[in-house]
């Protein structure tokens, strides 16, 4: 057997156990087949089960559009499987005696307005990544009360720095991690500026002197928090289409953590410069090679298979040269560090139809 071959008899067999190829398939019913939803299942785990291929969750989303979360289903529904699509022979599917019922399809429209993510994550409060040192405007000093940790209505004494402000102004605490190495390069990658709550000036002391009110909370305030000028930021957004790919990856997430699910906050180190616009979706992807054994006494070679898509990401604020996001689809955890790229979407991407859009003015 030629080199060549074996090679190519090599990749094929393994692509067959990735699922890219199926060899235990049986001919699909020319009737329709169901599938009854059991608990834990996903759209995903149901496309592994039923064809071998998780990727083929968008299209059986979109055969069963009363499904408004793919990640929550009832046990129980009865979804319809796809046509045309031979099935494993394992396949736990039933001739379709009649339709399943189903909703009337959510409209594949923009909303708009935008979307709501207020019940996903507050915008106002997601922080940011920045590749240099954090300059903030002023620190709390003291809560009126002998209070550990400060709450809502709270108040506490600020000393600012710089310009004085007014009373009504207000100002965003933080707290700024240590500096943070890159996952990807182990260089030097900046700080993680995480947002814990919003004050507002009620009286000028003295000097540099303020007393304020806490009027937000995403975290723990305490004495000796640092302040940055509030700058709002609306949970409304509004889906921007990009006009060049961009490649990039996770270089941080929230709290310092490794793995990444639905919903999580995630920073990656390309901005505003490199053309990325708070709207924008991104793919999260996953890489895939496989080492090929050569000839007795050669080295193995490298081939590279199709990047896996992991999940999606929504931008929600820019920096020059960072920017900030909300993971709103993904199909496993995903690693600090995964590489993404631009999402250049036609139609409405499905993950989306189950945010509420924003309300008119």
Excluded at 53 to 81: C, Q
Excluded at 190 to 200: E, I, M, N, Q
Excluded at 211 to 236: H, Q, W
Excluded at 328 to 353: Q, V
Aim: glycine share 8%; charged share 20%; aromatic share 8%.
């Amino acid at each position: 057997m030629t080199r060549t071959r074996k090679m190519f008899l090599y990749v094929f067999v393994l692509m067959v156990c990735l699922g890219v190829l199926q060899m235990d398939t049986r001919p699909v019913c020319a009737q329709s087949l169901t599938y009854t939803i059991q608990k834990g299942d996903t759209l995903w785990d149901i496309c592994e089960k039923v064809y071998g291929d998780a990727d083929l969750w968008p299209k059986l989303w979109e055969m069963n559009p009363f499904i408004t979360n793919p990640h929550l289903l009832k046990p129980g529904d009865v979804i319809t499987l796809l046509k045309g699509v031979p099935v494993l022979k394992s396949a736990p599917v039933s001739v379709a005696e009649k339709a399943p019922s189903t909703k009337p399809p959510v409209p594949a429209v923009v909303p708009p307005h935008g979307y709501d993510l207020s019940s996903l994550a507050s915008t106002d409060g997601v922080g940011f990544l920045s590749t240099g040192e954090v300059v903030t405007q002023g620190v709390i000093i003291s809560g009126e009360s002998a209070k550990v940790m400060l709450g809502v209505g709270d108040t506490l004494f600020i000393e600012t720095e710089g310009n004085l402000p007014v009373v009504g102004d207000r100002f965003t605490v933080c707290k700024t991690s240590s500096l943070l190495k890159d996952p990807v390069t182990g260089d030097d990658l900046g700080y993680l500026v995480s947002y814990v709550g919003k004050v507002r000036i009620l009286q000028h002391v003295r000097g540099q002197l303020f007393k304020a009110v806490v009027e937000k909370m995403f975290g723990n305030i305490r004495k000796g928090d640092r302040l940055l000028k509030y700058v709002p930021v609306s949970d409304c957004v509004e889906l921007a289409k990009a006009s060049r790919e961009v490649n990039t990856y996770i270089a941080a997430v929230e709290d310092q953590r490794v793995m990444v699910g639905q919903y999580t906050i995630v920073y990656f180190p390309k901005g505003s410069v490199e053309g990325v616009e708070r709207g924008q979706i991104f793919e999260i992807l996953k890489k895939r090679q496989v080492a090929v054994p050569g000839e007795e006494g050669q080295p193995s070679e490298t081939v590279i298979l199709p990047d896996a898509v992991l999940g999606y990401c929504l931008v929600l604020r820019t920096t020059e040269d960072t920017a900030t996001g909300v993971v709103l689809s993904a199909r496993e955890d995903i690693p600090n560090g995964a590489p993404m790229k631009t999402f250049f979407w036609t139609k409405l991407p499905r993950f989306l139809y189950s945010i509420p859009p924003c309300r008119g003015e």
